[in-house]
């Protein structure tokens, strides 16, 4: 029963992570990367759709990003999705292929995305937290209903602590990577 609890926890906790690393993945750093614009929602066919659903997207230079959409009447939709977003990119487009030239970014903007990068990383260590706090007042209740005994439930708490820890530095090792490529020049 309690190895259940912890590993629910330790599922609840691995979820806050996944979260996190797919949020972050879309802050813009100084190089292209696909993450940036995959979850664009485009209008195609009378429905919202992700772009990567509609087109394959890569990264010929460090600064660019090419879309190449697997239909060609999409190209006019890919636009309008891109120029509607708030990324501040403008689509050069060949009739073939969408080309993003990314600008580099300013100091300023680069403490901005460090101010909101910290600011998910924080709500993900709360999340975790948040798990670890649930997991805790059902052990308590089990013990409160004489379901574990006190020794369970003080091996239990410490080894829910270690899992939170666990999952916490790796929140903090991920904010820290993606913050040294947000600084990088």
């Not at 979850?39 to 772009?51: P, S």
């Not at 239990?156 to 990577?177: C, H, M, P, R, W």
Request: glycine content about 4%; cysteine-free; hydrophobic content about 40%.
């Amino acid at each position: 029963m309690i190895r259940e609890l912890l590993q629910e926890a330790e599922s609840r906790m691995r979820g806050a992570i996944t979260s996190l690393e797919a949020d972050v993945a879309g802050y813009r750093t100084g190089r292209a990367s696909p993450q940036l614009i995959e979850k664009l929602e485009v209008e195609m066919y009378g429905q919202a759709m992700n772009l990567i659903q509609i087109a394959v997207i890569s990264v010929p230079e460090p600064q660019q990003l090419a879309i190449r959409p697997y239909d060609a009447s999409a190209i006019s939709a890919i636009e309008r999705a891109i120029l509607k977003s708030n990324l501040g990119l403008m689509p050069n487009n060949d009739g073939k292929i969408i080309r993003l030239n990314l600008p580099r970014l300013t100091e300023e903007r680069r403490r901005d995305l460090s101010k909101l990068l910290a600011r998910r990383v924080e709500e993900g260590k709360v999340a975790v937290r948040n798990v670890r706090r649930d997991a805790l007042n059902d052990l308590r209740d089990f013990k409160n209903e004489s379901i574990i005994t006190e020794d369970e439930f003080f091996r239990a708490q410490d080894d829910l602590q270690g899992l939170t820890d666990k999952y916490v530095n790796e929140i903090d090792e991920l904010g820290s990577q993606k913050e040294k490529e947000i600084m990088e020049v």
